[in-house]
């Protein structure tokens, strides 16, 4: 319990680290969000128009340390103000129409390939030398070398584009209304195989091999050993014994992956029109909306220490020392 | 200017190299990839598909007061209209909510005659009061003065049921368009809106054809009919579905697989990637009507100060070769007017001839440097006399690869005069932000895209949006200003007589030939596609009723109203 209690406090720690760099990064940026609105209509605006557009969003001069007791009051309150891209809908509704599909395309993306990669990584370590441990590592880690919209582009392209076998884009049918019926959710499914192939792709090599060395390890221990001498049963060694005890450092990687998976998916999400941030923050950068940023950001940063602290959480169950102390 | 955006993300261009290298059988026999009869048919034939905005998921806001591009295509004129709309291509006003527009004699006096019988989607009838009261809120709220009409307006005043009165505070006749394309509200729904500047509006009352939000979902939304649409019998199409693209990638895409019907983007080499997919349906219309892509010359700075420096420039650049190379040979070279064709009524024949600058021409060019005192030093670089050598940056937005390859063929052209121009690539906001404050040697631009060309002009040549270096400026990036502009500017604010308008836009072209403030490139192309698989009565080059283009509004009305289900 201690063990956890002092890890909330580091959380809290850091959590108003990033919520103040959220709110300096943006605002380093040169240019300001009124000509970037005016410019993005080429000619087609009368230069008084800007005036107008400064009026609209609420420009202040305020100096920058009251901004920012402002900004950190407003957040403890919920709120974190009006979209400039989307004027006048606030941050709060334009980060939910697209957080739902995100944490259920990175989370299931990230769930996917963990579980996958690190099943892989055991029998390959189980079984080594065997074809499983000679071929699938290098084919993996080339794969995983490429960037993720790449990949998404490409079963984009041969699945989607020449074969048909599945939806170009969204994230169900444009002729479904959301609803909790089964063809809805066989929809969602259905466009989620490709995007989601594309991260699980990339990712899968990485786990596989943190869990196929640490497994190694583990199997030189005296306790495997005599496990083996009890005659248990080599199923029972290699879940039980070997396996849970090599867990622990893919455990620590899937709260960090959860943060590369975010950011990476955004990428994914453009290829493939899924209606997540991958888009909103593109366009937040591209108007220069902080407000935006700011809550796109925030959503990120809470939901890797959310992960992360479900991680620690995990790690009491699974390692009794933790437990002791 | 979305075009560039995407190319950014660079799919295209390498999606379209796939297209291309899958000359497989199917290709000959089938020209819808199999993704394409599914999408096809799940999309009942009444629904045109179009897309012109690039979201990934819809904010449903339907105001068409605030700033544009916040509120869904087509707000602004498709579910609430204008009072009349300038045809670029015709080069008239169209009368539409208004049926008629007369000036004063001193041209401080403007009469709008409404048109007699029209209703709001709720049944209740449109008024003069109507358009009085959208005026007056525009007065309120300085936040909804897109067009800034209160900088020249006085008052509105509803006479009687159908005929409006604007009064001027001076003469300002180009101002008409500003006041005509403003889009009307209902008085009786937006006189209890509390903040009309952060309103929403989620079900509109409106005039135009499409009033009715049938679908709205975070990656679609369709609108229906107005049922007491003025026009009988339009529109012919049932509702308008928009499902959400990202990026112009994905709107392409799209366009391939049959799901649009219309679309506004940029397709590099349309040709090969959509033509000949389904020669017989699959069509493209691009009419240089667009603005003119212009490179600005800091004339703040020696030696640009120097007339003949910028001429010499100008002669130097193959034009030819960047409208086929970095244009796909969309354009043509711009002659020396730097009008596009949407202007070609206004064109002066004497002014196009006197411009010999914008043709290549390196034997005048090096002459005219000769002349002006730069002498070539070492490594065949010419030097001013005070031995600065001629030595200049050229600014272009980080990935606008269209800029970025018309640039490097200027800096290859520019050494054959003995100029060094070198590429310097920003990202969008420092690169817009150095060009409105005037900090740059020579820099990528557009010009105003306005009907008329008094406000090309007054952007390029007037005081009035003159700053210092340092300051932002709106326009006038090249900061070059002449009081002789000035006299036309005004001269053709208090005229409405067409024929003197022509003289006066005439002489401006003229002074414009004569000073070149801007170095014109070529005129941009107004991107439009459409598919006649399921809807016909589309714009294209034989009948040229409208710009195909979705993306100029309020012109889209004119095809929202006449397309018509095959």
Not at chain 1, 86 to 100: E, S
Not at chain 2, 158 to 181: M, N, Q
Not at chain 2, 333 to 349: C, I, K, V, Y
Not at chain 2, 470 to 493: I, M, P, Y
């Amino acid at each position: 319990m201690r063990h956890l209690l002092r890890n909330l406090a580091v959380y809290a720690v850091a959590a108003w680290a990033s919520l103040t760099l959220n709110f300096l990064i943006p605002r380093l940026m040169p240019g300001d969000p009124a000509s970037i609105m005016f410019a993005r209509f080429a000619g087609q605006l009368q230069p008084e128009a800007i005036d107008a557009l400064r009026v609209a969003f609420g420009f202040t001069n305020e100096p920058l340390h009251q901004q920012y007791f402002t900004y950190v009051r407003h957040l403890l309150q919920g709120d974190l103000g009006i979209s400039i891209a989307y004027f006048p809908a606030k941050v709060t509704d334009v980060i939910g129409t697209g957080l739902g599909w995100t944490l259920l395309l990175s989370g299931a993306a990230v769930i996917i390939s963990f579980v996958l990669g690190t099943t892989l990584g055991v029998v390959a370590a189980w079984r080594r030398g065997g074809w499983l441990d000679s071929v699938m590592p290098p084919v993996l880690v080339f794969l995983g070398a490429f960037p993720y919209f790449w990949l998404a582009m490409v079963l984009l392209y041969t699945l989607g584009f020449v074969l048909g076998a599945f939806p170009l884009r969204h994230a169900y049918s444009d002729s479904l209304a959301p609803a909790l019926s089964g063809e809805f959710i066989l929809s969602v499914i259905q466009h989620l195989v490709l995007p989601a192939s594309a991260i699980v792709i990339a990712t899968l090599g990485g786990w596989m091999l943190s869990m196929r060395s640490a497994m190694v390890g583990v199997l030189a221990e005296d306790y495997i050993t005599l496990a083996n001498a009890k005659g248990l049963s080599q199923k029972r060694i290699m879940f039980h014994y070997a396996a849970r005890n090599a867990l622990l450092p893919n455990v620590t990687g899937f709260g960090m992956a959860l943060g590369f998976v975010l950011s990476g998916s955004l990428l994914t999400e453009i290829v493939f029109s899924y209606p997540g941030q991958g888009y909103l923050l593109i366009q937040a950068v591209r108007n220069q909306d902080y407000p935006l940023m700011q809550g796109i950001f925030l959503t990120i940063t809470l939901a890797v220490l959310g992960a992360n602290l479900l991680v620690d959480i995990l790690y009491v169950w699974l390692d009794p020392r933790t437990r002791t102390r | 200017m979305s075009h560039r955006l995407l190319l950014m993300c660079l799919s295209l261009l390498s999606l379209g190299g796939l297209v291309h290298c899958k000359k497989s059988p199917q290709e000959g026999a089938q020209p819808a990839p199999p993704a394409a009869s599914t999408a096809a048919a799940t999309v009942k034939a009444t629904a045109l598909t179009l897309a012109q905005e690039q979201q990934a998921s819809w904010i449903r806001n339907f105001n068409p007061l605030i700033a544009p591009g916040t509120a869904r295509f087509p707000t602004r004129a498709g579910v609430y209209e204008p009072l009349m709309i300038f045809n670029t291509l015709k080069g008239e006003f169209v009368p539409w909510l208004a049926v008629k527009h007369e000036w004063s004699e001193d041209s401080k006096k403007l009469t709008l005659s409404l048109r007699p019988g029209v209703k709001w989607s709720d049944g209740q009838p449109f008024t003069a009061k109507d358009v009085a009261f959208t005026f007056e809120l525009l007065k309120q709220h300085k936040a909804l003065d897109f067009p800034s009409v209160w900088a020249f307006l006085e008052g509105v005043q509803a006479k009687d049921e159908t005929t409006v009165e604007f009064t001027l505070a001076r003469p300002y006749v180009p101002g008409l368009v500003y006041i005509v394309h403003q889009p009307i509200v209902p008085e009786h729904k937006w006189k209890d809106v509390k903040d009309p500047v952060t309103f929403t509006n989620e079900t509109p009352v409106a005039t135009g054809p499409f009033t009715e939000v049938k679908v709205f979902q975070n990656q679609i939304f369709e609108l229906g009919r107005n049922p007491h649409y003025w026009q009988p019998g339009k529109p012919a199409v049932q509702s308008l579905r928009f499902p959400a693209y990202p990026g112009n990638d994905q709107a392409n895409l799209a366009l391939l697989t049959g799901e649009l019907d219309w679309a506004g983007s940029f397709v590099p080499d349309i040709e090969r990637v959509f033509v000949s997919k389904d020669k017989e349906n699959n069509h493209y219309w691009f009419p240089l009507v667009g603005n003119t892509t212009t490179l600005y010359v800091n004339t703040t700075k020696k030696p640009f100060n120097d007339v003949r420096v910028r001429k010499a420039i100008s002669m130097a650049i193959d034009r030819d070769q960047i409208v086929k190379v970095a244009m796909y040979g969309y354009t043509r070279p711009s002659d020396s007017t730097a009008l596009s064709d949407a202007h070609n009524a206004w064109r002066n024949p004497q002014a196009v001839e006197a411009g010999d600058w914008t043709r290549l021409d390196l034997a005048k060019a090096n002459a005219l440097l000769d002349e002006a005192g730069y002498k070539r030093g070492e490594g065949g670089i010419r030097a001013a006399p005070d031995k600065t050598p001629l030595r200049f940056e050229i600014n272009v937005v980080t990935g606008w690869s269209d800029w970025v390859r018309a640039v490097q063929i200027i800096a290859q052209n520019l050494k054959q005069i003995g100029v060094e121009a070198s590429l310097k690539t920003y990202d969008f906001s420092p690169w817009f932000e150095r060009l409105q404050k005037g900090e740059f040697d020579l820099s990528m631009g557009w010009t105003s895209d306005e009907p008329t060309p008094y406000h090309f002009y007054r952007d390029l040549m007037g005081t009035e949006t003159l700053r210092p270096v340092g300051e932002v400026s709106a326009r006038n990036w090249g900061r070059f200003a002449s009081e002789d502009a000035d006299a036309l500017l005004r001269a053709f604010e208090s005229t409405n007589d067409p024929a003197e308008q022509k003289k006066l836009a005439g002489q401006m072209q003229l002074l414009f030939v004569q000073n070149a403030p801007v170095i014109p490139l070529f005129p941009g192309p107004s991107w439009g596609e459409y598919s006649t698989r399921r809807f016909t009565n589309f714009p294209n080059k034989d009948n040229p009723y409208a710009k195909l283009t979705p993306n100029s509004s309020p012109e889209n009305l004119f095809v929202l109203v006449e397309v018509k289900p095959k």
